[in-house]
């Protein structure tokens, strides 16, 4: 128990020191509106009122940690899951593209990766382009792909996971490339001393060897995953999805809606992260890494 | 057993005028230049020389892990290449080269994998290596739980898995300490004894060199050239005391004599 105060204790102390300074920001941001409406009202707002009124305005400059709470259980807990004001329901539209484009994105990177180490050509000239595809804003290029891939007939699901694959494979090429060159010249040269096939090489020496390489990319990549996806969701008119939740918020103002949406999208985010570090540890331990 | 060298058999590796050089930025570097050595059946070479004397790119080159530029090579009277592809030695590396995801068993299985053995002939293997190192029982640990000098045990075990009659030994105990080093050589020996395998064995401490070889070829760099072949004269059986005996210690001035006179240390 004071092993698990001791670990909890200093993140406890940093979430509240947060939460604190959330309040206190809140107060400040919204105080001006409070103000407003009071003098228009004529009445005089005490400072405790003033307080009170900035933490639960409708439409709040910055919404109170209480008030995303509520909305989150609210839309959350208390709606079905069918409804289109349940952010499960949303939130399962923003996951299953980017579980679709993080399984596109982690394929695509380790063949490119592949192609990289095994190909000279692929060697000298994909990198710097793998690097400019990142360069491009992707809320720039995130329209063109849906544009694009609706003249071809493709709507709805695939078009957003391309554009989380499009953020997704590039921490993917990066650490593979790293993971497979990482056996030293010795290693290869004793694989050569046995006959070894390339295939062989690969399978029995560089592949495993990539694997810590391949688990830290995919960390980043499955939350660039999920980035890519809300993107996506941005261009669509704001159909369904955690990224549809934030421009329809934001088209109304509603920035309790937005907060609850992006505090939804970490949390989310979080979660992937932890799963795929759970996957880690579990390879991990089977390839005998874990002391 | 195999029988011990015949001289009228053709040698298992026979150079002639072997060069190699490589081409750098700062001109060519002459890592080989006219080697001609004869390695008989059964013979136990130590190749030593300072760095650069090449001793290391000669084995590279038995191995078929580095292309002479120039004279000849034969192993087995075949090439390199064919050599390798023959799977006719086995090579250890200066370090372990372990693999840390396989386990002990599994790392001396992978040869053996390679090759397209059965599991069951691949286990019958494992065990008899490593019962020739010493290691038994120690199949299912992982190489960071054993010391140094166990797993250069369990690399050689490797070298010995697919029962090539070459062996092929780079500094194997030049990252252990002195204990370890000379109760590694003392079962190297026996196992030598035992297996009547062909040793190729790179060092550059002379008394390791006079305590494990039939033969010393004593190389020297820039170009890396031999300098002097020194057929020994100490009897088969050898136990460590053996280095303090008179005829161990001019066996050992003439290596550091040959070593000298190739300006190794200019």
């Known amino acids: 128990m004071s092993r698990f105060l001791s670990h909890a204790l200093p993140i406890l102390t940093v979430v509240a020191l947060i939460v604190g300074l959330w309040y ?14 009071a003098t228009r009202a004529g009445v005089d707002l005490s400072a405790s009122e003033l307080v009170a009124d900035t933490w639960s305005q409708d439409k709040p400059k910055l919404p109170a940690p209480h008030q995303i709470a509520t909305e989150i259980w609210e839309t959350t807990a208390e709606k079905k899951i069918t409804s289109k004001r349940s952010l499960v329901y949303h939130g399962w539209i923003t996951l299953s593209a980017t579980l679709l484009g993080f399984v596109f994105g982690a394929g695509f990177g380790i063949l490119l990766a592949i192609g990289i180490v095994y190909n000279r050509a692929m060697d000298m000239s994909v990198m710097p382009w793998v690097i400019a595809s990142q360069a491009i804003p992707i809320l720039a290029i995130a329209p063109m792909i849906i544009v694009v891939l609706n003249a071809v007939g493709l709507s709805g699901l695939i078009p957003k ?8 494979f590039f921490p993917v090429v990066v650490g593979m490339v790293k993971g497979l060159r990482s056996p030293d010249a010795m290693l290869i040269d004793q694989m050569r001393t046995y006959s070894a096939s390339p295939a062989q090489t690969f399978w029995k020496l560089r592949f495993p060897s990539s694997v810590p390489y391949l688990f830290t990319s995919l960390k980043v990549a499955v939350a660039a995953s999920l980035v890519g996806a809300i993107v996506g969701e941005l261009p669509t008119g704001a159909v369904a999805g955690l990224g549809a939740r934030l421009l329809a918020g934001s088209y109304y103002g509603q920035t309790i809606q937005i907060w609850s949406a992006l505090i939804s999208a970490a949390a989310l985010a979080a979660c992937l992260v932890g799963i795929v570090g759970l996957v880690e540890r579990v390879v991990n331990k089977r390839m005998g890494f874990a002391r | 057993m195999k ?14 005028d072997l060069s190699l050089t490589f081409e750098t930025n700062d001109g060519p570097v002459h890592a080989l230049k006219d080697v001609t050595l004869d390695i ?22 038995i191995a078929d892990l580095e292309q002479p530029t120039g004279g000849t090579i034969t192993v087995n009277g075949q090439t390199p290449r064919q050599a390798r592809l023959a799977r006719a030695y086995g090579y250890v590396f200066q370090a372990a080269g372990l693999l840390p995801w396989r386990t002990i068993g599994r790392n001396i299985a992978l040869p053996l994998e390679i090759i397209g053995l059965s599991k069951e002939e691949q286990a019958e293997k494992v065990a008899q290596v490593l019962d020739l190192v010493d290691l038994s029982g120690f199949d299912k640990k992982y190489p960071w739980q054993l010391s140094g000098g166990m797993q250069q045990r369990a690399s050689i075990a490797r070298a010995l898995a697919f029962d090539a009659d070459i062996l092929l030994m780079d500094e194997p105990f030049g990252a252990l300490d002195e204990i370890v080093r000379d109760h590694l050589n003392e079962q190297l020996l026996a196992l030598w004894a035992r297996t009547g395998k062909t040793i190729g064995f790179v060092t550059h401490s002379i008394p390791e060199a ?31 005391d053996i280095r303090e005996t008179p005829e161990f210690l001019e066996i050992a001035h003439r290596v550091r004599e040959g070593l000298r006179a190739g300006h190794s240390y200019d």
């Open chain 1, 24 to 37: 206190l920001a809140a107060i400040a941001l919204n105080a001006p509106w409070a103000r407003d409406q």
């Open chain 1, 161 to 168: 996971a391309i554009i989380s694959m499009y953020l997704s």
């Open chain 2, 3 to 16: 029988e011990r060298p015949d001289v009228t058999k053709t040698p298992v590796i026979a150079a002639r």
């Open chain 2, 210 to 240: 006079v305590y494990l070889s039939t033969k010393i070829v004593v190389m020297s760099p820039r170009p890396g050239r031999v300098t002097d072949v020194i057929e020994s004269s100490l009897p088969k059986e050898r136990p460590l």
């Open chain 2, 40 to 61: 008989e059946e059964g013979e136990f070479v130590s190749f030593i020389g300072p760095s650069g004397c090449g001793k290391t790119t000669f084995l590279r080159v």
